[in-house]
Structure formats: structure tokens, C-alpha cells
């Protein structure tokens, strides 16, 4: 079994690069931040932070030129659908009219079962009666950059577009009496581009609400899917700078990666409730 809990490499790179664009933007847009009446009574930064309670749906596959489709869903093999995620979400309104908006949560689950029949998994054949053994790793980073359409005391209109970055790590194991005889694993990192829209609504003086909707359809060297993303809460705030906030966040991805004469394919749905502590400033 591969411990796949540690953050990889890249995954630190990515988050490095994050934190670098931080760095440079704050530098080079920092005479054109806007005044007090350009944002309307919109904080200029706001960090969202709490845990995400999601259930997911995943199915892998293999494509062969001329061939069939073979498929492996998690749940059959014992993997839980349901986990635990801290989730992390902020914005910046950094110029005039521009604004960015971060966000990050993991899934990480695995499970045992019995393969039911013969399953010829690409080259690999795992056998009628083995144990089954699944894991499946995904870490997803939402970085998007937004356009301010319409920003008064109450209501807030963005159009923008983004890069998803979706981090997946699943592996199949056969067992006979608990000695591995097969295995076989996915890997795949990609920014996939994001296109956006973004609206806020201040109900009252303590209460909002805030929505989200994402969506990229691509097609373009080895890669074909689409990917939608959604989310909406509300928020609650103490005061200025303090607030509490609970919402309903999905992504959808169906993705297609052309590898030789095998494609990948890659069917992922995820959703749940997630509860946060805001911060404003």
C-alpha cells in the first residue's frame, strides 16, 4: 500500500506558487488598490477557513483503440464514500475591479473488498475471490482571477476565469491470503482552466449570501472532459472583522487522458456541507 497522507512535492510546489503570486501581485497592484468608495463597504480581504463534510462518487477506467471500456468503481471495492476535509477559501480584492479568489480541500479514503469475476483491468488480470484492496487521494486547489460587473453596498457581480488544479492518486490491489498478486494505480496532476461567476448579496447588516459557479470543457493534445464546480452559504457576521458561515459545495469531472493505445478516464463527483470561521480585513 502506498501512504499517500504526506503532501507531495508538487503539491508544495503548487501551494509555493500560490503564496509567490501573492507576493508579486501585492507588489506591482498595490498603487491601484481600491479606496473606501470603490469597494462599497466589500472588505478588502476576507479568509475563510473550517471542515467539509463530503460524500464522493469515483469511477476509474481504462479505453483500448478499437476496443472496449473497462471500468472500476470505488464504492464495490469497500472504499467509504463519506470523509472529512479541512477547507480553506479567501479573497482579495486587490485593484479596482479585479479581485482573486483561492480555495483548497482534500478527499482521502480507501477500503477493502472481494473481486466479484474476473476483471482484466488493461494489461492486469485481478482474479475471481481475491481481496481487493482501493485507495483513492484527490487534492483539489481552485485559484481564480474576476472581474467586478457590479459592486454596490448590497451586491456584488463577478465574471472571471481560473485554473483548477486536481491532484489524483488511486490504486487497485489484488490479494490471495494477503500477498499482493496485482495492483494497478492512477496518477494525475493538471491546471485544468476554469471559467467563473461570482455573486454576493448582503442581506442585512449581519447576514449574506455568496454563490459560485464554475465550469471548463476542453479538448486539446491528450485531454477531453468537462469539469463543473458550485458552491453557496451563508454567512454570518459578529462584527467587522469576525463571522461564521455554513454552505453546500459540489464538483463534477469527467475527464479523458489519451495515453498510447490506452485512455484514461476519470469520473469524480464530489459534494457535501461545509461549516467555516471567516475573517475580514
Known amino acids: 500500500m502506498t501512504d499517500y497522507r504526506p503532501a507531495p512535492l508538487r503539491t508544495k510546489v503548487l501551494i509555493w ?6 507576493q508579486v501581485m501585492s507588489g506591482t497592484l498595490q498603487a491601484d488598490s481600491p479606496d473606501e468608495e470603490e469597494l462599497a463597504g466589500w472588505n478588502p480581504v476576507t479568509m475563510r477557513l ?3 463534510l463530503l460524500e464522493a462518487d469515483s469511477t476509474f477506467g481504462l479505453k483500448k483503440d478499437g476496443g472496449g471500456i473497462e471500468l472500476v468503481n470505488l464504492d464495490r471495492l ?14 482579495w480584492r486587490f485593484g479596482r475591479k479585479w479581485s482573486l479568489f483561492l480555495s483548497a480541500f482534500r478527499y482521502d479514503e480507501d477500503g477493502f473488498g472481494v473481486w466479484e469475476i474476473d476483471f482484466d483491468f488493461g494489461d492486469i488480470t485481478f482474479p475471481a475471490g ?61 491546471p485544468l482552466p476554469n ?4 455573486y454576493s448579496w448582503k442581506i442585512s447588516d449581519h447576514w449574506a449570501w455568496h454563490s459560485s459557479l464554475g465550469w471548463f470543457g476542453l479538448s486539446y493534445d491528450k485531454y477531453s472532459g468537462s469539469l463543473i464546480n458550485f458552491s453557496t452559504s451563508f454567512e454570518y457576521s459578529f462584527n467587522d472583522h469576525w463571522g461564521m458561515g455554513l454552505g453546500y459545495s459540489a464538483v463534477d ?7 498510447g493505445e490506452l485512455t484514461e478516464i476519470y469520473d469524480i463527483n464530489i459534494g457535501g456541507v461545509f461549516a467555516y470561521l471567516s475573517l475580514q480585513f
Do not use: C
Open 17 to 22: 506558487s500560490v503564496a509567490a503570486l501573492f
Open 50 to 52: 473550517g471542515m467539509y
Open 78 to 91: 469497500g472504499v467509504k464514500k463519506d470523509d472529512t476535509s479541512p477547507w480553506i477559501s479567501g479573497v
Open 130 to 190: 481475491a481481496q481487493s484492496y482501493a485507495r483513492l487521494a484527490t487534492d483539489f486547489y481552485l485559484v481564480d482571477t474576476a472581474y467586478t460587473f457590479i459592486r454596490t453596498p448590497q451586491h456584488e457581480l463577478l465574471l472571471g476565469f481560473g485554473i483548477y488544479g486536481v491532484d489524483i492518486k488511486a490504486e487497485f490491489e489484488a490479494r490471495v491470503n494477503e500477498i499482493e498478486i496485482n495492483n494497478k494505480r492512477f496518477d494525475f496532476l493538471a
Open 195 to 198: 471559467g467563473i461567476v461570482k
Open 253 to 259: 469531472m469527467d475527464l479523458e487522458i489519451q495515453d
